[in-house]
């Protein structure tokens, strides 16, 4: 009778040994489910991580925030702080929802997407357009051709920001090996210019790096046609303000239709519009692969 009971015991014991590391098992599961679900579920989301106040992007971000009456606050900030709150989420694998472009580096460093935007309020595929002061034709003619003749497609300068998103390089060296490695398209730009002495030009962007990597490529390219050129940073509706007033000969970031649309519809008139140097270009919200979710209406509602 002993040596049943005894058994018994061995068997029962067992027993609950397995009972019991099955439903550890089970709740590291649901854990680990639990865990992944907030990783990629939109509902945990407070804010959609923005750039410049007072920004195109911005303008249109916040179109798109009333017109989907998203229950999210959008944040104003800048590239730089979007993107290093946009490198935290990722390698912490947490959801998040940025304003972002493309053309744009983060596109190759991460695997990223645009969420649909069903109601189209966020506008319509966007152009990238050079804009100069009125009179800059009559003034500096070989400086309005080659502003003319600029244009460069997302992969052209994609090969600039891929190399340019690290503090330590500096967008001027990209954008001079660039020129070297795409004489040919450079030299298509100024052929037929008259080259010119002792002339400046003035040039206005925003402290993007999209801004930039064109900017510079321009000076460059310029100052081979005999320009000094003279690179102004400054805030977006400065730049408007500043063109339309004559203070500055050109800028090359007028993100239309969309993009630009306030600043293009109250200064149209007193400036020119040389059409568009860049084509593809889109901006939007965007989030991580990772997250479950596809389109601006599966984002939390009020």
């Not at 649901?30 to 907030?38: G, L």
């Not at 400086?143 to 390089?169: G, H, R």
């Amino acid at each position: 009778m002993k040596l049943l009971s005894k058994k018994w015991f061995v068997l029962i014991s067992i027993s609950a040994i397995v009972i019991l590391a099955g439903c550890q098992e089970e709740s590291g599961e649901a854990e680990s489910n639990d865990t992944n679900d907030a990783k990629n579920d939109a509902a945990n989301l407070e804010e959609i991580v923005g750039i410049d106040p007072g920004s195109g992007t911005m303008d249109i971000a916040e179109n798109a925030v009333e017109g989907y009456d998203l229950d999210l606050d959008l944040t104003p900030s800048s590239e730089g702080p979007m993107l290093a709150t946009l490198d935290e989420a990722i390698e912490n694998e947490e959801p998040i929802v940025v304003t972002l472009w493309q053309p744009h580096w983060a596109f190759e460093e991460y695997d990223l997407k645009f969420l649909d935007d069903p109601e189209g309020h966020l506008g319509e595929a966007e152009k990238i357009h050079t804009l100069v002061r009125e009179g800059l034709e009559d003034e500096k003619a070989s400086a309005y051709e080659f502003l003319d003749n600029f244009k460069w497609n997302p992969e052209d300068m994609n090969e600039i920001l891929s190399e340019t998103k690290n503090d330590d390089v500096e967008a001027k060296d990209v954008a001079k090996e660039w020129v070297e490695n795409n004489r040919g398209k450079v030299d298509g730009w100024k052929e037929d210019i008259e080259p010119v002495e002792d002339e400046s030009v003035e040039l206005a962007y925003v402290n993007w790096s999209s801004a930039a990597a064109s900017i510079n490529v321009v000076r460059i390219a310029m100052e081979e046609l005999g320009y000094d050129v003279e690179l102004k940073v400054v805030d977006m509706g400065v730049a408007w303000q500043s063109l339309a007033d004559g203070e500055i000969d050109g800028m090359l970031m007028a993100w239309l239709p969309s993009g630009s649309a306030e600043y293009f519809e109250e200064y149209k008139d007193e400036i020119v519009d040389l059409g568009p140097n860049l084509e593809g270009a889109k901006q939007g919200f965007v989030v991580p692969e990772y997250m479950d979710i596809d389109s601006i209406e599966e984002l939390p509602i009020k």
